[in-house]
């Protein structure tokens, strides 16, 4: 496909993500900063791999106030880094419990911060430390000379605005998956279980240009509230609704939203929770500015769900952040307050309880220009579909 946009990211990428980090770093008086995630070491780095999935061996990354981010990883990862932009990159043979990169990553770090340095590491909400406890313990028993600060606003703020090129992996994604969707109505049928419905989507994906379907969770029947289950062997019937909420993939980027079918015919009171959650995301729509804040989001949606009749949510936000993960920073909630600002990729989320057990969320996946939103996904029908 010639719209296709190419894989990994241009050198200038990672030394603007660099510089930037490290103008934050120099505000804060800060001499260096250390990530150990996935999503944030690959942010710096372009290091991108399946092999996180492994939980034994750590991974450092130790971006210097001056100068390329060091890479400081195991020796099975040292091809796979030297691909990247990254010059300086210093392993082990991990696994090894006794000192797993412990006294390298310590030695790296006085080296780029000097003795009473100042070492930013992500501390707040939606960061981890991805290494165990007691090695982070002897780290710091080996730099106690080393003053550690929480540098979760550096990766935060840098993360949350999205480069073009970010953008148009995201919306390219997001239309893989909005051809799918639209395409439900030739690929599910009542007869079919669960476990087969969620295997011939999650194929399609797959067949359209998805690099993988990591989150896809859903159900079915004539009403539901468990919306993040696995499929069962349930059969699909007739007067069954079916969502389905997925997290797709295309060069480690992630699409994020759902869409409601009901099977030969649509309940009323179903069709009627549809349009409500419709009409909230477009009252999201209506108020997502640059200038305005992610609360003024959720007050705008929350106000629609309520004059629809909801029984309530009690899920803690209506949207979110996306990128790299299919969940970022910030939240669509009453008490996040983040203002938003042209660059920002963000789902609309609302939901509502329509009856007693019975759960309807609507989903959208917006970028945020100078004038208002940009939709990446391909806007829902207001009316519930029905599949003949």
Not at 70 to 84: C, H, Q, Y
Not at 206 to 215: K, S
Not at 280 to 302: C, F, I, K, N, Y
Request: charged share 25%.
């Amino acid at each position: 496909m010639s719209d296709v946009p190419p894989r990994g990211f241009p050198v200038g990428e990672y030394e603007r993500r660099a510089s930037a980090a490290q103008a934050m770093l120099a505000e804060q008086r800060l001499d260096a900063l250390l990530v150990c995630t996935e999503p944030e070491v690959r942010y710096f780095t372009g290091f991108h791999t399946p092999f996180w999935q492994s939980p034994t061996r750590p991974w450092f990354v130790v971006l210097p106030r001056e100068g390329r981010p060091i890479a400081v990883i195991p020796s099975i990862g040292g091809a796979s880094m030297g691909e990247t932009w990254i010059q300086d990159i210093r392993t082990w043979p991990a696994p090894r419990p006794g000192n797993d990169g412990v006294s390298l990553l310590a030695t790296t770090l006085h080296e780029v911060a000097g003795n009473e340095g100042r070492v930013g590491v992500p501390m707040g909400p939606e960061t981890h430390l991805r290494m165990p406890l007691a090695d982070w313990e002897d780290l710091q028993e080996a730099t106690i000379d080393v003053t550690y600060q929480d540098a979760t606003a550096v990766v935060k703020s840098l993360r949350m605005r999205k480069s073009e090129l970010e953008i148009a992996k995201t919306a390219h994604v997001c239309g893989i998956v909005s051809d799918a969707f639209e395409g439900i109505p030739g690929l599910l049928a009542v007869g079919m279980t669960e476990r087969e419905a969620f295997a011939a989507f999650r194929i399609d994906l797959l067949q359209r240009g998805a690099d993988d379907v990591p989150y896809l969770v859903g159900a079915t029947g004539p009403g539901f509230d468990d919306v993040i289950k696995q499929p069962s062997d349930r059969v699909i019937g007739e007067g069954d609704l079916l969502m389905f909420d997925t997290g797709t993939v295309f060069d480690g980027y992630f699409s994020d939203f759902d869409r409601y079918y009901a099977f030969g015919r649509a309940d009323d009171a179903a069709c009627r929770a549809h349009e409500t959650v419709w009409d909230a995301t477009e009252a999201g729509l209506a108020v997502l500015r640059p200038g305005s804040t992610t609360s003024d989001l959720w007050a705008a949606m929350a106000d629609v769900l309520d004059a629809g009749g909801s029984l309530g949510n009690d899920v803690g936000r209506l949207g979110h952040g996306l990128g790299m993960q299919v969940t970022e920073w910030p939240s669509n909630s009453s008490d996040d307050d983040t203002v938003i600002t042209e660059g920002m990729v963000l789902t609309l989320e609302p939901g509502l309880t329509w009856a007693p057990g019975c759960m309807m969320l609507h989903e959208e996946n917006v970028v945020v220009r100078e004038d208002g939103p940009e939709l990446l996904s391909r806007r829902a029908p207001r009316e519930l579909p029905v599949i003949a």
